[in-house]
Every structure is written in C-alpha cells, then in structure tokens.
C-alpha cells in the first residue's frame, strides 16, 4: 500500500473542495481557486473534513498514481490556504533586480539586463536588491518560475556567483593555485 496515498488530506476550515464526474476537483479557499483533472483510475471521497483517495487494485501504474493523486490535491488544499513561497538569493558584484510593475528586471552581468513578465497568478516581490520573492497559490507554478529566474544565471562553484534558492547550499570547489 503506498505511504503517501493511504493517508487522508485534512480540509481546513474555508476550504470548499468539489469533485465532479471525471475526478475534475475544484479546491476553493481564502486565497484564491485551483481546479485540476486528476486520473480517472483513482476514486477520490469527501468524507467530512477529509478526503481519502483510493485505487482499484495493484498494478504497477495504479501505484504510481495513487500517491501522486494525493500529493496533487494536498498541494491544491495547502495552495489555497496558506499559499506557496519561494526565496531566491543574488551573489555577485554589479549583480541585481528591480521590479517595475509586472516586469522583473535583473542584471547579471551580461551585455544586456534581462526582463522577465510575471506569468498569470503569480506574485514576485524584491527586497534590497539581491532577494527574489516569488509566492503563489499553484505550487507548480511556483517552483517553475523560480527555477526560470535561477536559470538565468546559476551560481558557479569558485566565487558563489549567481542567482540561488535561499536554502540551497553550492558546494565550493578550490581555484588553481597560485606562485
């Protein structure tokens, strides 16, 4: 039985989930709305404040999906509640970002500022400079458009220049040695 799939996700208070006919759940909270079709393999219940998915039997592909189905909507739930955050760091002399409006602008030290238009529900916040906030209720959504702006520029392994996650360690390799 899988770990992650047999465990029921708690629904908070102010939060609506509906699922309609082809397990089409639509999660309602403070925060806003997620709606998503999940595999119609899974049986997905609303029993009170709980919602329990289950499988039909122990194919190989029905195991896989079960925990992935319940990870997806206990996203949705948290996403709507309390929201996601991700926290991005810039390291580098002349390196930067600004925020005009939608529209992220961030020099790094190329020949060229790079400018990058928030996508549609996601809200991208800057703070003195070198902190990139990136927060949302879609957790996908989220991590992707983190990952873009890291993408830009990665943090190399000699001087830590670079844009990274805030909790992420680079391991530091050693320059070539001197006189």
């Not at 390291?91 to 992220?104: E, F, I, T």
């Not at 991590?143 to 890291?150: D, L, V, W």
Request: hydrophobic share 35%.
């Amino acid at each position: 039985m899988s770990r992650i799939g047999k465990m029921p996700i708690a629904v908070p208070a102010g939060v609506t989930v509906d699922i309609a006919e082809n397990n089409k759940v639509t999660v309602k909270g403070p925060k806003g709305t997620l709606e998503r079709t999940l595999p119609a393999e899974m049986t997905i219940k609303l029993e009170g404040a709980e919602i329990i998915v289950t499988r039909p039997n122990d194919l190989k592909r029905n195991k896989a999906l079960h925990g992935l189905t319940r990870s997806l909507i206990n996203n949705m739930v948290i996403g709507v509640s309390e929201g996601y955050k991700k926290i991005l760091e810039i390291n580098g002399v002349g390196y930067r970002a600004a925020k005009q409006g939608k529209v992220l602008n961030l020099t790094l030290g190329y020949s060229h500022p790079i400018e990058m238009t928030d996508p549609e529900g996601i809200e991208v916040a800057v703070e003195d400079n070198n902190k990139i906030v990136v927060s949302g209720i879609d957790k996908e959504k989220v991590g992707q458009y983190a990952a873009e702006i890291r993408g830009k520029r990665g943090p190399e392994p000699y001087k830590g220049k670079g844009i990274k996650y805030s909790d992420e360690h680079i391991r530091r390799k050693v320059g070539k040695a001197g006189k």
